[in-house]
């Protein structure tokens, strides 16, 4: 059966980054500067605070929540499958602490 990216958590990284946890144990590091240089609907990410701040996961993706009432018709969210494509790494979190 071939797996279907689901995330499970994101966590902001440094300069536009984030750390994508998906359901079958995999990380993975993706770079979010090329779609906030293109401007569009990723725009509103450039904002640091907003960026760090609204990031959560809803429609089993990584998203930013735009209303802050977490309705899933109303974020800027990345395809799961292009989250999974960027660099595999380990959990950023087990060095914390």
């Not at 509103?44 to 998203?63: C, E, G, K, P, S």
């Not at 899933?72 to 969210?77: A, L, M, S, V, Y």
Request: one cysteine or more; a negative charge; proline letters at 6%.
């Amino acid at each position: 059966m071939e797996y279907y990216p689901e995330v499970v958590q994101a966590v902001p990284g440094k300069d536009y980054t984030i750390y994508v946890y998906f359901s079958n144990g995999q990380i993975r590091h993706f770079d979010m500067n090329p779609l906030i240089e293109k401007g569009g609907v990723f725009a509103r990410l450039r904002d640091t605070q907003f960026f760090r701040d609204r990031l959560t996961v809803m429609n089993a993706t990584a998203a930013w929540d735009i209303t802050g009432d977490h309705d899933p018709t109303r974020c800027i969210d990345i395809d799961p499958e292009t989250l999974y494509a960027a660099e595999a790494v380990t959990d950023p979190l087990q060095s914390v602490g």
